[in-house]
C-alpha cells in the first residue's frame, strides 16, 4: 500500500446511463481512498457522456478522465481495453475497481492481462488490513459456492485491478453540492480497433418488472414448489410484501423464472432487507447468492436442510400449507 | 485443409459436494479428498462446441488442461466425446498459479503447439469461476475474444458472428479467426460418448507435458508467476439467527410473522 497513486472507478453506462454496481464501487473506493489519504478518480468511455461523468462526481468521485468518442458508444471489446490500460499506463494508479458485470468480467481480464498485473474476481467486500507487519488490500472473494470466504492480496504488481460483484456492496449516496474535475482525455481511436472484433448490435430489454437485484423484498422459489404446482403462490406473496419474484436454477431450468431471476452463484446475487426462499434447500452455489440479505425467511419441509442454517427465520412444513397460512396471516396485517 | 481447434478444460470437484469442502483450521489447506472430480460444466459445452465445428468444416480438436496427474481422466473423456488429441500439462511448477500465470502456462503450451483457429474455453468454472482465464489467456496471444457466448454464425470460414449474453438482453459482436470463445450453457446440448468413440479413446494421442518441455519462463508460471495469493481462508459466518419456528401451521407462521415485524423486515 501506499499514499501515493489514485484509487479508480471504471464507470460503465450503457445508453447513457450508469450501470449500479458504478456507485457501488464508488462508496468502496470513497471509504478506501479516504483511509489511505488518495485520490479517488473515475474512468469513463463513451459518447457523449459528460451528463454521466457529472453522475460519476455527485456519487464521490474527485476526478474525471473522460473518453469520449461517436466510435465508443457502445463496448467494443479491443478499443476498451487497449484505451483503459493506455490511460493506466499513462496516470499509474493503484488500485482499479472495475464491475463484475456481463462487460466487466471480459474487460477487466483483457486489461490486466495488458498490463501483466493482478486481478481477483468477484469481490464482495475490500479492506486495507495488516498481512505479516505491512499494510495490503485485502481482496475478500468468496470460494466453494460460498461456503468458504478467501483473502486474497497482490502485493506487488501495480495497479492491483479487483473486479465486484454487483448488488453487494451499499450504493453511494449521491450529494448535487460535490464538485469534481472531469480531464477529458482525447483518445485516439484507431480503425484496426475494430478490424479484428467490432460490436455490431446492442438489444437490452429494459427488465419488465422491477429487476430482483433493487428490489427491498425477494421472494424466491425452489424446486420444492413443484408440491403446489406453479408458482403462482410465489408471486401472491411477493405482491402482498410489495416485493420481487425470483427462483432457484431448478425453478428456472422448470420454467418458472428467466434467468434475469435466477439467485445463486452463477445468477443473480440480491441483498434486499427481506429474502423469502421458498422451497429450496439451500445448496451453496444458491446461498451465495442472497448472504447480503438483511433478514432472511426460509420454508421447506426438510427440517435438515441447509437453508435453516443460513436463515433467520425458518419454518419447517408442507409447503402448500404453510404458504397459504403465510399469506392469510400477511393480509390481517395489511 | 481443415480448422486447427482446441478446447480448453478443467478437472473440478462435483458441485455437488461442495458443502463437504472442509478447511483444516491448522494448517489453512482445504481438505477436498474423496469429492469426485468432473470436468468442468461448461467446458463440455466447450468440447461440444469444438467438435460441431470440426464436423462442419472439418479439422483437428485439440483439448488441453493444466492439473494434477488425476486429470488426465478429464482429457480421457473429452477424447470420448470425440476430440483427436489430448494434452495435459502437468508439474509441480505450475502449482499455486492464478489465473494470470494459468494463462500465461496455457500460453506456452500453445505457442508450442503452433498456430490454432479458434480456442474454445467454458465460461467459467464451477470451482473458482473467476472467468479470467479465457480472456487473459487471448491477451497473451493477441487475438480476439468474447465471453459469455450463446450462439455462433459462420459467415464464412473465417468470419463469425456471436451472440453474447448480456445482463437484459444480448450483444452481437463480429469477429475475424483466430479467436477465442467462452461459451456458455445456452450454445448447445452436449453429446454423450458413444461405444465406438470410447475403445478410439486407446488409439488416441495423450502428450503430458511438464514446464520445460514447453519453455515457459520459471518467473512466469504457478506460484511465482501469479501476482495475486490467497493469504487466508476462513469458514463463512452467516451471523444469521437460525430461530425455527414451532407449533401448529398457525403457529409457525404467526410466530415467523412477529418475528419478522420485529426484525423490522415487514
Known amino acids: 500500500m501506499s499514499n501515493s497513486g489514485e484509487i479508480w472507478v471504471i464507470g460503465e453506462q450503457r445508453r447513457g446511463r450508469l450501470e449500479e454496481v458504478s456507485l457501488e464501487l464508488l462508496s468502496k473506493g470513497t471509504a478506501l481512498s479516504q483511509s489511505m489519504g488518495v485520490t479517488l478518480s473515475a474512468v469513463l468511455l463513451g459518447d457523449e457522456v459528460e451528463e454521466v461523468a457529472r453522475e460519476l462526481v455527485f456519487h464521490g468521485a474527485e476526478k474525471i478522465y473522460l473518453l469520449e468518442d461517436a466510435r465508443l458508444r457502445y463496448y467494443q471489446s479491443e478499443a476498451y481495453a487497449r484505451l483503459l490500460a493506455g490511460v493506466i499506463k499513462e496516470h499509474e494508479p493503484q488500485i482499479v475497481l472495475i464491475g463484475a458485470t456481463e462487460i466487466g468480467k471480459e474487460l477487466a481480464p483483457r486489461v490486466a492481462a495488458k498490463l501483466r498485473t493482478g486481478l481477483t474476481a468477484y469481490c464482495i467486500d475490500l479492506y486495507v488490513g495488516e498481512v505479516g507487519d505491512a499494510p495490503h488490500l485485502i481482496h475478500v472473494v468468496p470460494g466453494w459456492g460460498g461456503n468458504l470466504v478467501m483473502h486474497i492480496i497482490c502485493p506487488q504488481r501495480r495497479p492491483q485491478v479487483v473486479t465486484v460483484k454487483p448488488g453487494v456492496l451499499p450504493k453511494a449516496v449521491r450529494d448535487e453540492s460535490r464538485k469534481g474535475k472531469i480531464i477529458k482525455v482525447r483518445p485516439d481511436v484507431r480503425d484496426k480497433d475494430f478490424s479484428r472484433i467490432e460490436t455490431v448490435e446492442v438489444v437490452e430489454e429494459s427488465p419488465k418488472a422491477k429487476s430482483v437485484e433493487s428490489a427491498d423484498v425477494v421472494v424466491c422459489g425452489g424446486w420444492g414448489m413443484n408440491a403446489l404446482g406453479d408458482f403462482s403462490k410465489v408471486q401472491e406473496l411477493a405482491d402482498i410484501l410489495g416485493g420481487v419474484v425470483a427462483g432457484t436454477r431448478p425453478a428456472m431450468d422448470k420454467g418458472w423464472v428467466d434467468e434475469a431471476r435466477m439467485i445463486g452463484q452463477s445468477g443473480k446475487t440480491v441483498s434486499p432487507g427481506l429474502f423469502v426462499s421458498l422451497g429450496a434447500s439451500g445448496a451453496m452455489h444458491y446461498t451465495t447468492g442472497f448472504m447480503g440479505s438483511k433478514v432472511v425467511l426460509a420454508v421447506d419441509q426438510n427440517p435438515q436442510a441447509p437453508i435453516f442454517h443460513v436463515a433467520d427465520v425458518g419454518i419447517v412444513g408442507d409447503l402448500s400449507e404453510v404458504i397459504p397460512c403465510l399469506i392469510e396471516e400477511l393480509k390481517k396485517g395489511a | ?266
Open chain 2, 1 to 266: 485443409m481443415g480448422l486447427e481447434i482446441l478446447v480448453c478444460i478443467k478437472q473440478v470437484p462435483h458441485p455437488d459436494h461442495f458443502s463437504e469442502i472442509r478447511l483444516d483450521v491448522g494448517s489453512g489447506r482445504i481438505i477436498r479428498e474423496g469429492i469426485p472430480a468432473i470436468i468442468n460444466p461448461l467446458d463440455r459445452n466447450a468440447l461440444e462446441e469444438g467438435l460441431r465445428i470440426k464436423e462442419r468444416f472439418s479439422g483437428k480438436v485439440t483439448v488441453i488442461s493444466m492439473g494434477p496427474p488425476q486429470a488426465q481422466k478429464a482429457l480421457e473423456e473429452a477424447l470420448a466425446m470425440g476430440v483427436d488429441r489430448g494434452i495435459l500439462l502437468c508439474d509441480m511448477a505450475f502449482a499455486g498459479a492464478d489465473t494470470l500465470a494459468t494463462a500465461n502456462t496455457l500460453f506456452y503450451a500453445i505457442r508450442k503447439l503452433g498456430k490454432f483457429d479458434i480456442i474454445y474455453c467454458g465460461n467459467e468454472t464451477v470451482d473458482s469461476g473467476t472467468a479470467q482465464v479465457g480472456p487473459q489467456l487471448a491477451e497473451l496471444l493477441d487475438i480476439p475474444q468474447v465471453s459469455s457466448v450463446q450462439e455462433v454464425t459462420f459467415s464464412d470460414e473465417k468470419t463469425l458472428e456471436v451472440k453474447r449474453a448480456l445482463e437484459h438482453g444480448y450483444m452481437k459482436v463480429r469477429l475475424k479467426l483466430p479467436a477465442l470463445l467462452c461459451v456458455n450453457r445456452d450454445i448447445n446440448r452436449t453429446r454423450l460418448p458413444t461405444v465406438q468413440s470410447i475403445m478410439e479413446v486407446a488409439q488416441k494421442e495423450m502428450i503430458i507435458w511438464e514446464a520445460r518441455d514447453i519453455e515457459a519462463p520459471p518467473e512466469s508460471i504457478g506460484l511465482k508467476g501469479s501476482p495475486t495469493c490467497a493469504v487466508g481462508v476462513y469458514e463463512h459466518k452467516t451471523g444469521r439467527r437460525r430461530e425455527v419456528m414451532q407449533g401448529s401451521t398457525e403457529e409457525k407462521v404467526q410466530g415467523a410473522v412477529a418475528r419478522l415485524k420485529e426484525l423490522g423486515a415487514i
